[in-house]
């Protein structure tokens, strides 16, 4: 049994910055891939950005060159580093982890208004 939690989101102004935290607990090492799915109101869940054991990294187009997902395994944590950020981002964040099936966090909202 895995468990996410995510932290780190709030209310930010247009160009800037958070960072989102997705702690697992048990080892991460034991998940074969991770990442990050959004929710904006009214629209369907999406993709974010995705981070394979192997190392491997995908991102939705919207937000590449943008945001930056990374994990320390250390801390059993991954991260999503959000820049330039949009009213277009505001969204409901999860994280996720598959290990045969997938788990989710219970989300966290980012609001990215002036």
């Known amino acids: 049994q895995v468990q996410l939690v995510e932290s780190g989101g709030g209310l930010v102004q247009p160009g800037g910055s958070l960072r989102l935290s997705c702690a697992a607990s048990?080892?991460?090492?034991?998940?074969?891939?991770m990442g990050w799915y959004r929710q904006a109101p009214g629209k369907e869940r999406e993709s974010v950005a995705t981070l394979t054991a192997a190392g491997s990294i995908n991102y939705a187009g919207s937000v590449k060159g943008r945001f930056t997902i990374s994990r320390d395994n250390a801390k059993n944590t991954v991260y999503l580093q959000m820049n330039s950020l949009s009213p277009e981002d505001t969204a409901v964040y999860y994280c996720?982890?598959?290990?045969?099936?997938?788990?989710w966090g219970k989300g966290t909202l980012v609001t990215v208004s002036s």
């Open positions: 048990g080892s991460m090492s034991s998940l074969n891939a």
């Open positions: 996720w982890g598959r290990y045969g099936i997938v788990y």
